[in-house]
């Protein structure tokens, strides 16, 4: 057996580093290699106290999981509680990484992709492809940090924390995505997101 399943009410978070490659290009690798290491050392905390678990490293980016391989008690909201940590830790401790965090819930597919040489366990479906484009436009916004209004009605009391701002089209996709900060941000956000 492959371990591939379907699994309800996952949430992932995707957090990218911005800056990165002109970073690479002007910093002493050594140097380079030592921020994302710190970068990194941040995200993985705040995801292990939420409960979730780092999925993947892609360069200077990271795919977190909530609620795969193993069940967990409000998925979405563990998610979302770990998004507002990073947001602030990073801005307390790495205030020159420019970082973008997206937030999505929803049915997933999990399991062993690729080939008997080289298997990787990984998520793939919709709320994968929708964090990815919600830290695009989360690079855009006060405090860096986005979900998707189908995690945040999703959750429990996490919910409380995040206002509901104004819906988009995401990049690549059809139909508008309801977008929402976390509380603490929302007041600093001049305009409605994704606007």
Request: glycine residues 12%.
């Given at each position: 057996?492959?371990?591939?399943?379907?699994?309800?009410?996952?949430?992932?978070?995707?957090?990218?580093?911005?800056?990165?490659?002109?970073?690479?290009?002007?910093?002493?690798?050594?140097?380079?290699?030592?921020?994302?290491?710190?970068?990194?050392g941040v995200v993985v905390e705040c995801v292990?106290?939420?409960?979730?678990?780092?999925?993947?490293?892609?360069?200077?980016?990271?795919?977190?999981?909530?609620?795969?391989?193993?069940?967990?008690?409000?998925?979405?909201?563990?998610?979302?509680?770990?998004?507002?940590?990073?947001?602030?830790?990073?801005?307390?401790?790495m205030p020159e990484a420019e970082a973008g965090?997206?937030?999505?819930?929803?049915?997933?597919?999990?399991?062993?992709?690729?080939?008997?040489?080289?298997?990787?366990?990984?998520?793939?479906?919709?709320?994968?492809?929708?964090?990815?484009?919600?830290?695009?436009?989360?690079?855009?916004?006060?405090?860096?940090?986005?979900?998707?209004?189908?995690?945040?009605?999703?959750?429990?009391?996490?919910?409380?924390?995040?206002?509901?701002?104004?819906?988009?089209?995401?990049?690549?996709?059809?139909?508008?995505?309801?977008?929402?900060?976390?509380?603490?941000?929302?007041?600093?956000?001049?305009?409605?997101?994704?606007?």
């Open positions: 057996m492959d371990g591939t399943a379907l699994y309800e009410a996952v949430a992932v978070l995707f957090i990218d580093l911005g800056g990165s490659t002109t970073m690479a290009a002007r910093r002493p690798p050594e140097e380079v290699v030592a921020v994302l290491n710190r970068f990194f292990e106290q939420a409960g979730g678990w780092i999925n993947k490293f892609e360069g200077d980016a990271a795919l977190a999981v909530f609620g795969a391989p193993l069940d967990l008690d409000d998925a979405p909201g563990a998610a979302l509680s770990a998004a507002r940590c990073l947001g602030a830790r990073l801005a307390e401790e965090i997206g937030v999505s819930a929803g049915d997933a597919v999990a399991g062993n992709i690729g080939d008997p040489r080289r298997y990787e366990y990984t998520v793939i479906g919709d709320p994968v492809n929708e964090a990815a484009r919600l830290t695009e436009l989360a690079k855009s916004v006060p405090g860096m940090v986005v979900a998707s209004a189908r995690a945040v009605d999703a959750a429990g009391a996490e919910a409380a924390r995040w206002r509901a701002g104004e819906s988009v089209t995401l990049r690549g996709r059809d139909e508008p995505t309801g977008v929402c900060v976390p509380a603490e941000h929302a007041q600093d956000t001049a305009a409605p997101v994704g606007s």
